[in-house]
């Protein structure tokens, strides 16, 4: 009886499937693995970050990913996964001075971890249970071991899931509600463009009184320069100076509610980019697909959505317009992407709009097409191309690429007008964090006429390396982002399709009070002044003697393997601000320039909450 009941079990496990679950194993480089990734750049699928086959200690890997730097993978699980497996190592075609660690990371506990490795190193085997997991993540860490320079490259060979049934590994979703701080601007005018503005004598002129309010506005002006003049209907400020020197003027915008008042200190001299340039690029709203349509809907938007009349003025193009060489100087012409370019120059000039465009000193950009304006070495390359835009008749304000390392930090301020000050961004906090936290020692060449530049706003839908999308970032990192490009005094560049800006990110994008902070004509850019129990303190000079000061919740990223990643788990930070922390004593009015909203008198201290990653921004006014 006993041996027809084992035969009638062992019966029905079988028929039934048992208790053992179906699996599918899951390649990483099977998956759109870029949108997984939060490193810099990013990552590459069965070959390393440098582009070649991955090898490990002269050990050939036909699968696996690639990354570089310091890398972040974040998969969404839900308890659908049973294990994750690879080899692990510095790539051999990586900087032998450096050094990498890899972990595993689930559900905040750390699964593996392989300790320092480098070049040469046998790789490491990962097995890590993957049982109940509900987010898993992937890091790799990066340290100098002695003094060098290099790319680093590190792989994860052989890297694979093992799933429950046919289930497949998700992103994490970008959690929280959006919400709107700042109040619409008011039926009467405003005018919101900078109190400063330079210009080269001779040279076209172009400054649009930005204001906000109910249309019709009807605007006027006293004390302009000889050779200056006003379309009271637009608002646009055009012509020619000839005399160097400082003109203070008296800018109007009147409507049927109300009239507003701004001085304007205009410089006719040799430095221009006196504030900095705020406006729209292509690269991170359409990458390699851009074209002269595309270009013209932003800059469209950019009047018709009402980011003009807060100060938007730069559409710039960036790569991919690059044709073949011809006409009398055997320039480069657009290609067919872009079918009249001179004619889409000059609509967009009429919106009171300036354009900017993209080359290279190499043979071809670096979508491929062609370039080479000269070929020199890069510092030598730069200076000759600021002479020739000196020497254009037009005030072309000369941006330079990721190319620019610290070292030669004062020759970029002679030479050029912003300058990026690293690698390209991504829509992540951990390339938020690298690309604009950690900048403070460029902060002391950058002012009026040369800016440091963090690289574009990752804000609405973009690209960055991936198919169009929303960007990773949580409402509360979206906030900390602007407000630490403002604080910086840093270039202002959407990075995003203008006419896909939902109301969320246009009320973002048009804190005239933020901007303001931006665009102060002292240009002195925020300085890093302490960091507090995850809470980061960055002061900004302002011209009128008060100080704009970004509060930041960090929550100490970076320094814990679990500090890399989202669990979904974090919460606001109850934090008291003292004032001498910052070097600021005594009595202070305090002002909330999200909420454009007075908080009171203040002294010694202020205590706020700070949402996980989150910022308060905030104006403070000696009494």
């Known amino acids: ?111 593996f971890e392989s300790g ?74 405003k005018i919101n463009s900078a109190r400063i503005f330079g210009a080269t004598p001779g040279n076209p002129f172009l400054y649009t009184i930005a204001t906000t309010g109910d249309r019709p506005v009807e605007f006027s002006s006293e004390n302009l320069p000889k050779g200056l003049v006003l379309d009271s209907k637009t608002g646009l400020i055009t012509g020619k100076v000839t005399k160097k020197g400082t003109y203070l003027a008296t800018l109007k915008a009147k409507n049927v509610f109300g009239e507003s008042v701004k001085p304007l200190k205009i410089v006719i001299g040799d430095t221009i980019a006196l504030t900095p340039p705020i406006g729209w690029n292509g690269w991170n709203s359409w990458a390699r697909n851009i074209d002269g349509e595309k270009v013209i809907a932003s800059a469209n938007a950019m009047v ?114 912003a300058w990026r000050t690293g690698p390209d961004i991504r829509d992540s906090w951990l390339s938020l964090y690298t690309s ?58 959407i990075g995003c399709p203008i006419e896909q800006l939902d109301d969320f990110s246009l009320n973002l994008l048009t804190n005239d009070e933020v901007i303001e902070v931006n665009q102060d004509p002292l240009g002195k850019p925020a300085r890093f002044v302490a960091d507090q129990n995850g809470v980061q303190f960055w002061a900004k000079p302002m011209e009128d003697g008060s100080f704009a000061v970004g509060l930041f919740n960090t929550d100490d990223f970076g320094k814990t393997p679990q500090s890399y990643f989202r669990w979904g788990s974090e919460q606001p930070k109850q934090f008291v601000f003292d004032f001498a922390k910052v070097g600021l004593k005594g009595k202070w009015k305090i002002r909330d320039l999200w909420r454009q909203k007075d908080l009171g008198e203040f002294d010694g201290s202020f205590e706020t909450t700070i949402n996980h990653h989150g910022v308060v921004l905030i104006s403070m006014i000696k009494i």
């Open 116 to 189: 320092a490795m480098k070049v040469g190193d046998a790789p490491k085997k990962v097995s890590a249970n993957l049982s109940g997991i509900q987010r898993l993540g992937l890091l790799v860490t990066v340290s100098l071991e002695d003094e060098g320079y290099g790319r680093t490259y590190s792989d994860w060979a052989d890297a694979k899931l093992v799933m429950l049934d046919e289930n497949a590994p998700q992103p994490i979703p970008n959690n929280g509600e959006k919400y709107i701080l700042t109040p619409p601007p008011a039926k009467t005018p």
């Open 436 to 493: 604009a936290f950690t900048i403070d020692k460029w902060a002391p060449f950058g002012g009026p006429g040369h800016w440091n530049d963090p690289d574009m706003l990752i804000l609405g839908n973009v690209t960055t390396g991936t198919e169009l999308h929303p960007t990773r970032l949580t409402p509360d990192e979206q906030y900390s982002h602007f407000s630490l490009f403002s604080l910086l005094a840093a270039p202002l560049l």
């Open 1 to 111: 009886m006993k041996q027809a009941i084992r035969l009638l079990i062992v019966f029905f496990y079988i028929v039934s499937g048992g208790c053992t679950p179906k699996t599918t194993n899951i390649w990483l480089d099977d998956l759109k693995i870029q949108t997984f990734s939060e490193g810099i750049p990013s990552v590459s699928a069965k070959k390393s970050a440098g582009g070649d086959s991955i090898r490990l200690a002269g050990h050939y890997f036909e699968r696996g990913i690639g990354v570089q730097s310091v890398s972040v993978l974040s998969f969404l699980l839900n308890g659908k996964a049973e294990q994750f497996s690879a080899m692990v190592g510095a790539d051999d075609k990586g900087n032998k001075n450096m050094l990498v660690q890899f972990y595993v990371l689930g559900d905040q506990k750390v699964l």
């Open 304 to 417: 018709s959505m009402g980011l003009s009349n807060h100060g938007w003025t730069y559409i710039n193009i960036d790569d991919t317009w690059e044709g073949q060489r011809g006409g009398k100087l055997n320039a480069l012409q657009a290609n067919e992407k872009f079918p009249e370019f001179k004619k889409m120059i000059d609509n967009i000039h009429a919106m009171g709009l300036k354009l900017g465009i993209y080359s290279t000193p190499w043979i071809s950009t670096y979508a491929g097409y062609a370039g080479k304006y000269d070929w020199r070495i890069e510092l030598n390359s730069a200076e000759r191309m600021s002479d020739a835009l000196k020497k254009s008749g037009r005030d072309i304000l000369f941006s330079l690429s990721n190319s620019a390392p610290f070292e030669n930090a004062k020759d970029w301020a002679r030479v050029s007008n």
